[in-house]
């Protein structure tokens, strides 16, 4: 239920602040963030070691790949499709999550909730294939506990969405997963923190936005990381 809370919560104020701002979004085009992802620079030992669906798993049973793992899976649970495919959103939880949690979001109220979620402008766009820019990253973390079959681990992350006409936008959070070792990986289990109210930073110097056009322009042909400590 919590970590289910989470992923809702996250990608229902991403949601809620591009309506506000007239931006309605689809899908990132480019680097959409399966085969073609390449590793971070790290420990390579930590993992992913492969891929299921597109979905980077097989982390090493330790603090760096329990790491690895929280970084990697909270960038896939921010994708669109979570939300928008309930096919795509069971091989995720699949790929990422514990038998309880995979249960928990075959409820009636939980599936219903995100078909709710999923009329949304921004996600009926992300359905449509629409240009847009849509990129969820982590930037740092911090291990909260880790005893060998569970790890709470904390991120900032920053997330940026745009289509259209209007410029992408950039939102800051603070929030963390509960992983536990379970059929020889790590598995999210739940979580109940994430926010969207930074810590926000200021722009070096006031420089002009950049539309979404000139965002998917630019930034084409690049491709996702895959993360490691």
């Known amino acids: 239920m919590f970590e289910e809370r989470r992923i809702k919560t996250w990608h229902a104020l991403l949601a809620l602040a591009l309506v506000v701002v007239g931006v309605v979004i689809g899908w990132a085009t480019d680097g959409g963030g399966s085969q073609g992802e390449r590793r971070g620079d790290g420990s390579a030992g930590a993992g992913p070691?492969?891929?299921v669906d597109g979905i980077p798993v097989g982390?090493?049973?330790?603090?760096?790949?329990a790491v690895a793992a929280a970084l990697n899976y909270d960038a896939v649970l921010g994708r669109p499709e979570f939300v928008t495919d309930p096919a795509r959103r069971r091989s995720i939880l699949e790929a990422v999550a514990t038998p309880g949690l995979v249960r928990q979001y075959e409820q009636a109220d939980r599936t219903a909730s995100l078909a709710s979620l999923a009329q949304m402008p921004v996600y009926r766009a992300t359905r449509e294939g629409r240009a847009s820019v849509w990129q969820t990253t982590p930037l740092s973390?911090?291990?909260?506990?880790?005893?060998?079959?569970?790890?709470?681990?904390?991120?900032w992350s920053m997330a940026i969405v745009g289509a259209g006409e209007a410029a992408p936008t950039a939102s800051f959070g603070v929030g963390g997963s509960r992983l536990r070792w379970d059929g020889g990986d790590w598995k999210v289990a739940g979580d109940s923190r994430r926010t969207l109210d930074g810590p926000t930073p200021a722009l070096l110097r006031n420089a002009e936005?950049?539309?979404?056009?000139?965002?998917?322009?630019?930034?084409?042909?690049?491709?996702g990381l895959r993360y490691v400590p």
């Open 141 to 155: 973390y911090r291990v909260e506990r880790y005893t060998g079959d569970e790890a709470d681990v904390s991120t």
């Open 49 to 51: 070691t492969r891929t």
């Open 59 to 65: 982390y090493e049973r330790s603090r760096e790949g």
């Open 209 to 223: 936005p950049s539309s979404s056009l000139e965002f998917r322009a630019r930034l084409r042909g690049l491709q």
